[in-house]
Structures are given as structure tokens and as C-alpha cells.
């Protein structure tokens, strides 16, 4: 019996889960007895680094000079922000947590659109990515795990050729985080400063580690 390649899981309760063991698959029987690895094309190592988004912010938002570093000021919501351009495939989105307030409850949420955020209206922009944007097409984010919601922890996170999001703290180890994106178009980055995460800075952007394909005859 042939194998066939395991379908990744959305991890609906918000827990880590390595994907250590997911990073192989089992491609067809090609007859050649050999086994392959194949990997996605490389980055870009050119592209402009990421900013966020200056007109396109909740209303409690204020950024820097340089849009690289962006604060709630008030509340624990009205802190959605999207990045400047289209995100590549396999492109980390990297930020420091600079500013954590323990009075509140919950933490960052982030993920990914398909809709320009330059196309919104400020009253188009909701209180929270979640539920109310990530109800609307075009749109994915969910929440990091608030005991992951240290000061200066940094966040990765990425989308590959197969509509799945990952992230990783400091670097470490690529949890699954989601699945389902549309990746036939361009993708910006949702970031939304919520909860117990009141500032965030972007850090220079990497190429992710791209993942290996197997074919094992």
C-alpha cells in the first residue's frame, strides 16, 4: 500500500505544537527507487524591510518615526496593525515584545490577510483580529499563548507554499500555528497589539527554515 502525505491539523486550542514531526512527506511512487527532497524557492534577500502600516491602525496605535515600533497607548484594544507591503512566502515577520503590561488579560494576536489594509476605512477597523476580523474572508490570526507573552521574547512567524502558518520565540523550534491560507495572492501581515502586549518592534526579517519533502520508495 502506498503512502500518502499526513494533513496537517489547525490547532484550534491554541496550545504549541512542534511540528517536528510534520516537517516530512511522503510524495507519490515515481518508480525510480530513489528518495528525493525537494525544498520551496528561496527568499528574497533584497526585499525592503518590513514597517507597519502608518494610516491603516487601530485608534489607540502610535508609531514611530521609522514605523518599525508601534504602542497601545490606551485600553487593551483598538491595537490592530498590518504591515506596509505583501509578505513573501517563507518571509519571517519578526518583532520584540518591548512593552508587556500585566494588568491585563490575554495576549497578541497575529496572522495574515489577503485584502490590502491601505483599502480600509478607519471605521472599517474593528476593536479586535479576533473574532471580529478573522470572521471576515480574506482574513486569518489567531492568539499567541499569554505565558509565551514575555517582555522582550521575539516572535517569528511565516507562511509557506502550503497555506500553513508557523511561528517560533527566540528562534527556537517552528510550532504549527494555521492552516487554510489563500497563497494565489498577495499576503499582509496582521498584528494586533492586545491584551498584556502593549508594544511591539520589528526586527529584521529571514528566510524561514524551509521545510524537507521526502519521497521515500
Known amino acids: 500500500m502506498g503512502n500518502t502525505a499526513p494533513k496537517p491539523l489547525i490547532d484550534a486550542t491554541l496550545q504549541p505544537r512542534s511540528v517536528a514531526s510534520r516537517q516530512y512527506y511522503t510524495l507519490p511512487n515515481n518508480g525510480s527507487g530513489v528518495e528525493r527532497r ?26 514611530d518615526g521609522q514605523l518599525r515600533r508601534a504602542t497601545r497607548k490606551n485600553s487593551f484594544c483598538n491595537g490592530i496593525t498590518f ?19 500585566t494588568g491585563w488579560s490575554g495576549a497578541l494576536r497575529f496572522g495574515f490577510t489577503s485584502l490590502d489594509p491601505s483599502d480600509l476605512e478607519a471605521a472599517d477597523i474593528p476593536k479586535y483580529a479576533c473574532p471580529d476580523l478573522v470572521t471576515r474572508p480574506g482574513y486569518w490570526a489567531k492568539a499567541l499563548p499569554e505565558r509565551l507573552a514575555l517582555k522582550d521574547n521575539v516572535l517569528s512567524f511565516w507562511a509557506d507554499r502550503h497555506g500553513r502558518v508557523f511561528y517560533s520565540i527566540n528562534d527556537g523550534e517552528p510550532i504549527l ?10 499576503l499582509w501581515a496582521i498584528i494586533d497589539i492586545y491584551g498584556i502586549t502593549q508594544e511591539v518592534t520589528l526586527l529584521e526579517g529571514e528566510p524561514s527554515p524551509q521545510p524537507r519533502v521526502f519521497s521515500s520508495l
Open 38 to 63: 525537494t525544498s520551496a524557492p528561496p527568499v528574497n534577500i533584497n526585499l525592503e524591510s518590513l514597517r507597519f502600516n502608518l494610516h491603516t491602525r487601530g485608534k489607540n496605535i502610535r508609531l
Open 83 to 101: 504591515s506596509h507591503r505583501p509578505v513573501h512566502l517563507y518571509e519571517k515577520v519578526r518583532l520584540r515584545l518591548t512593552g508587556v503590561h
Open 177 to 186: 500555528f494555521h492552516c487554510g491560507l489563500s497563497i494565489g495572492c498577495p
